[in-house]
């Protein structure tokens, strides 16, 4: 099976053409204000408008207010919405749009419980737990606390680039998997040359 791949958290047009035409499922666009990478909707129209056919876009919130997911989808084409805070399963479903659930990893998270309280999520991406960072941190989690068996598609993220994107996907098997600092020259600057090698590793390791 292909491992899809997103890359969160573009900031400039030239980046997000660039990830399309070089293979990218997904591009992720954050709104969310305290993040370095937190676009506005005139930003977001300008990087949309300029994708390619075939590229998914995610648009990510934590713990937003309903008004400004509704504002939000009301100016932009969403393919899927993204919720990285605490929202609970009700206010996830009420947009009548695909979401992702993501899930800071710690010892003790059952993914078992959040695939069942979470059951309608087009995925549950798998993040690192930090205290104050919603994603972004460019640190890697334990896998081994991602069961072998899961109801919904996993999502990989946390502390992936071009170095450990093969033995992620040889250790978790996940439906596909989710960069943003990993591709980086700068907070939400992407390097053309990082997606590109990551993009590599990952259709090799299909490959094999």
Same mark, same amino acid.
């Given at each position: 099976?292909?491992?899809?791949?997103?890359?969160?958290?573009?900031?400039?047009?030239?980046?997000? *053409?660039?990830?399309?035409?070089?293979?990218?499922?997904? @591009?992720?666009?954050?709104?969310?204000?305290?993040?370095?990478?937190?676009?506005?909707?005139?930003?977001?129209?300008? @990087?949309?408008? %300029?994708?390619?056919? =075939?590229?998914?876009?995610?648009?990510? =919130? *934590?713990?937003?207010?309903?008004? +400004? $997911?509704?504002?939000?989808?009301?100016?932009?084409? *969403?393919?899927?919405?993204? =919720?990285?805070?605490?929202?609970?399963?009700?206010?996830?479903?009420?947009?009548?749009?695909?979401?992702?659930?993501?899930?800071?990893?710690?010892?003790?998270? &059952?993914?078992?419980?959040?695939?069942?309280?979470?059951? #309608?999520? %087009?995925?549950?991406?798998?993040?690192?737990?930090?205290?104050?960072? +919603?994603?972004?941190?460019?640190?890697? =989690? &334990?896998?081994?606390? $991602?069961? +072998?068996?899961?109801?919904?598609? @996993?999502?990989?993220?946390?502390?992936? #680039?071009?170095?450990?994107?093969?033995? %992620? $996907?040889?250790? *978790?098997?996940?439906?596909?998997?989710?960069?943003?600092?990993?591709?980086?020259?700068?907070?939400?600057?992407? &390097?053309?040359?990082? $997606?590109?090698?990551?993009?590599?590793?990952?259709?090799?390791?299909?490959?094999?």
């Amino acid at each position: 099976m292909r491992t899809r791949v997103k890359i969160c958290g573009f900031t400039r047009v030239e980046d997000a *053409v660039y990830a399309a035409h070089a293979g990218v499922d997904a @591009i992720g666009l954050v709104f969310y204000p305290p993040s370095p990478r937190h676009v506005d909707i005139d930003q977001a129209i300008k @990087i949309i408008s %300029a994708l390619p056919a =075939f590229v998914s876009v995610v648009a990510l =919130f *934590v713990d937003e207010q309903e008004a +400004k $997911i509704r504002e939000v989808l009301h100016y932009l084409p *969403v393919d899927c919405l993204q =919720f990285h805070g605490s929202e609970p399963a009700s206010a996830c479903r009420i947009y009548n749009t695909r979401y992702i659930k993501a899930v800071s990893m710690q010892q003790d998270t &059952d993914i078992s419980a959040l695939a069942t309280h979470y059951h #309608d999520a %087009a995925g549950l991406l798998l993040d690192t737990y930090h205290p104050a960072a +919603k994603g972004g941190t460019g640190h890697q =989690f &334990d896998w081994s606390l $991602i069961p +072998k068996l899961h109801p919904l598609p @996993i999502i990989l993220a946390g502390g992936l #680039d071009a170095s450990n994107a093969r033995l %992620a $996907i040889q250790t *978790v098997k996940p439906y596909a998997l989710d960069v943003s600092s990993g591709v980086e020259a700068g907070k939400g600057i992407k &390097d053309d040359l990082k $997606i590109s090698a990551f993009l590599k590793e990952i259709n090799e390791s299909d490959k094999s």
